[in-house]
T-cell receptor, first 116, second 111 residues
Framework: DGGITQSPKYLFRKEGQNVTLSCEQNLNHDAMYWYRQDPGQGLRLIYYSQIVNDFQKGDIAEGYSVSREKKESFPLTVTSAQKNPTAFYLC???????????????FGPGTRLLVL | EDQVTQSPEALRLQEGESSSLNCSYTVSGLRGLFWYRQDPGKGPEFLFTLYSAGEEKEKERLKATLTKKESFLHITAPKPEDSATYLCAVQATGGSYIPTFGRGTSLIVHP
């Protein structure tokens, strides 16, 4: 079955620790995205990538980093610089139908990050 | 700046009581409007994409409609399993085409 997988489902971070969230897709989508979801707020974009080895900052990139070494994979690292990391993190992907035109986003199941 | 406002924030219905959720938007030009369903602790599930005013799409008890300023998600004779948060997002022409999401409407359907 085609889809997006995220792991782990739950992740615990200690003070000063960097943690990495995994996102893999087998939909052959070019574009991938990371969102943060907090209670009562809309989805906020952290980073996005249109092609391998290229990515752009979203609205709340501070304290986060990403890489895009493979088309299928877009891991997100939450660094110690992110002072309020507790949230639900969602990865998404979409086709790129034309230059600058992205199609429907499909989402993974999410990772909930908690701080110890 | 693109804006998306969903109302109401929360809605409680009795099973079989039809209603509508609203998504009002402000964009310079609309590329697409998306509806998603999100269950607690899970990722959003895609429902519909609407592209132009007057367009309608249906899926089981759900029907999405679009005007130049807003979209409605009509729920006909809802069942308890329709309980979820419904998210609306708009994609604008020009710029990065990254969708802007509303905060969602939390729907609870009581048996």
């Amino acid at each position: 079955d085609g889809g997006i997988t995220q792991s782990p489902k739950y992740l615990f971070r200690k003070e000063g620790q960097n943690v990495t969230l995994s996102c893999e897709q087998n939909l052959n989508h070019d574009a991938m995205y990371w969102y943060r979801q907090d209670p009562g707020q809309g989805l906020r974009l952290i980073y996005y990538s249109q092609i391998v080895n290229d990515f752009q900052k979203g609205d709340i990139a501070e304290g986060y980093s990403v890489s895009r070494e493979k088309k299928e994979s877009f891991p997100l690292t939450v660094t110690s610089a992110q002072k309020n990391p507790t949230a639900f993190y969602l990865c998404a992907s979409s086709m790129v139908a034309g230059v600058g035109v992205r199609e429907t986003q499909y989402f993974g199941p999410g990772t909930r990050l908690l701080v110890l | 700046e693109d804006q998306v406002t969903q109302s109401p924030e929360a809605l409680r219905l009795q099973e079989g009581e039809s209603s509508s959720l609203n998504c009002s938007y402000t964009v310079s030009g609309l590329r697409g409007l998306f509806w998603y369903r999100q269950d607690p602790g899970k990722g959003p599930e895609f429902l519909f994409t609407l592209y132009s005013a007057g367009e309608e799409k249906e899926k089981e008890r759900l029907k999405a409609t679009l005007t130049k300023k807003e979209s409605f998600l009509h729920i006909t004779a809802p069942k308890p399993e329709d309980s979820a948060t419904y998210l609306c997002a708009v994609q604008a022409t020009g710029g990065s085409y990254i969708p802007t999401f509303g905060r969602g409407t939390s729907l609870i359907v009581h048996p």
